[in-house]
């Protein structure tokens, strides 16, 4: 992705560990927003909130043609978030939890 430096992989985590404490700070969901906003490039941020958009219409049990039609997002995307949402490191279906939680809660 990135080729004009390189960083070691301790180098690399942690900087990823830095991005993740900064986002832990904000206490709104407008906080929030306004972060991303500034991270985030429009294309960026359009890609992650279509991936969100795919778990929540995978979660809803659609299939894959009905969500690309819904969504627009790849096929191929699809599949990728689907089998993160199974199989990834959990933070899809935590947040997704957390949020239904707190919507019936």
Same mark, same amino acid.
């Given at each position: 992705?990135?080729?004009? !430096?390189? /960083?070691?992989?301790?180098? &690399?985590?942690? +900087?990823?560990?830095?991005?993740? *404490?900064?986002?832990?700070? =904000? %206490? ?8 991303? !906003?500034? /991270?985030?490039?429009?294309? &960026?941020?359009? +890609?992650?909130?279509?991936?969100? *958009?795919?778990?929540?219409? =995978? %979660? ?8 690309? !039609? ?36």
């Amino acid at each position: 992705m990135k080729s004009h !430096r390189q /960083l070691s992989a301790r180098q &690399e985590a942690l +900087a990823e560990r830095n991005l993740v *404490a900064a986002i832990i700070t =904000l %206490r709104s969901v407008e906080e929030c927003r306004a972060f991303l !906003r500034d /991270l985030c490039t429009p294309a &960026e941020l359009q +890609a992650m909130a279509d991936r969100w *958009a795919v778990v929540e219409c =995978l %979660r809803r049990g659609l299939p894959y043609r009905e969500i690309h !039609r819904q969504t627009g997002v790849s096929v191929t995307t699809i599949g990728r978030v689907a089998r993160y949402l199974a199989q990834g490191n959990g933070g899809y279906a935590l947040a997704a939890q957390r949020i239904d939680g707190s919507q019936h809660g």
